[in-house]
């Protein structure tokens, strides 16, 4: 592949990851919520997986603890999550979603729904499918130390 090929590629990761910014965060905004601390990835995951540990939050959303706690805390002081001490290990949290949480995560779910419907617009499964393993080997390669 030439150069310029892996430059454009490059390139088009970067253009995906600055335009799916620029469509949510007007709309995250909208509902209150900061999408670079990860506000609205936190909320999803706790509707799709339920209650879960700060440190399981944390890594399924890929933030690191420091940002998760600060994130949380945030949440938790907007009434839509709650910590609690973990009965298995009285160092961890379980982090669950209030009933205001829950259907803010509602809507996130929903704008996630649509940004996915748009991202699907006109591509075959088999196109898309293809596309996630090209994708899935790019992570692993970007992982490699």
């Known amino acids: 592949m030439k150069t310029m090929e892996k430059y454009q590629v490059r390139k088009i990761l970067h ?8 469509i949510l965060k007007p709309l995250f905004w909208e509902l209150g919520l ?4 990860g506000q609205p990835r936190i909320l999803n995951t706790l509707i799709e ?3 879960m540990t700060q440190r399981e939050l944390a890594e399924n959303c890929m933030l690191d603890v420091t940002t998760m706690s600060r994130t949380l805390d945030k949440l938790e002081h907007a009434g839509l999550l709650e910590r609690k001490v973990n009965p298995k290990c009285r160092r961890s949290y ?12 509602a809507q996130v779910r929903s704008i996630f729904e649509q940004l996915d419907q ?3 617009n ?4 088999e196109e898309m499918e293809q596309m996630y393993l090209t994708l ?3 992570h692993r390669n970007l992982q490699e130390d």
Do not use: F, H, Y
């Not at 379980?94 to 995560?105: M, R």
């Open 94 to 105: 379980l982090i669950s979603l209030t009933s205001a949480g829950e259907k803010k995560a």
């Open 34 to 37: 900061t999408v670079g601390e």
């Open 122 to 125: 006109g591509i075959e499964n």
């Open 49 to 51: 997986q339920g209650t």
């Open 15 to 22: 253009s995906l990851d600055l335009e799916r910014k620029r």
């Open 118 to 120: 748009k991202i699907w």
């Open 136 to 138: 899935e080997k790019i």
